[in-house]
């Protein structure tokens, strides 16, 4: 499956999640509709030549998490709230490159709604309310190293 199939698909399961009563009753569907735009910004800077390595190999292991079926909160097991972890893990990684390299090219990237960098910050702020303060210390702390 290509980067672009899973996109596309992540998006189609998550709208028609949207549209169900489940999904009109959870208070975070707002957030997981950002996720399939989140992850089209990390495939493109994971391939943009001007992102160095060391982030690039970062950004592969959040594409590689996204896209495992087995993760910290399984869809499977949760259905779409299950991507939360996901959620959190990518802006989490998005704030770190953001931090790190010239945000004009992650910037030119970014194809969803609204202003990135205040995405990211708002998410990662009710991160430990998404997912719980164990788990994000967890998810957080995979990118901690240099």
Do not use: C
């Not at 992102?51 to 779409?80: N, R, T």
């Not at 998404?130 to 995979?142: A, C, I």
């Amino acid at each position: 499956m290509t980067n672009l199939n899973f996109y596309e698909q992540l998006r189609a399961k998550l709208h028609a999640w949207a549209q169900s009563s489940d999904g009109k009753k959870s208070k975070w569907v707002e957030y997981l509709l950002i996720l399939p735009d989140l992850f089209y910004l990390l495939a493109a800077l994971a391939l943009d030549p001007e992102i160095p390595a060391k982030h690039k190999a970062k950004l592969g292991l959040v594409i590689a998490y996204i896209i495992s079926p087995l993760d910290l909160m399984p869809e499977a097991l949760l259905g779409p709230v299950g991507y939360l972890d996901d959620l959190t893990l990518a802006a989490y990684a998005i704030n770190q490159l953001v931090n790190s390299v010239d945000q004009k090219i992650i910037l030119r990237h970014w194809k969803g709604d609204g202003d990135l960098l205040q995405v990211i910050r708002h998410i990662i702020e009710v991160a430990d309310e998404m997912v719980g303060s164990g788990l994000w210390k967890r998810l957080s702390g995979l990118f901690n190293n240099p």
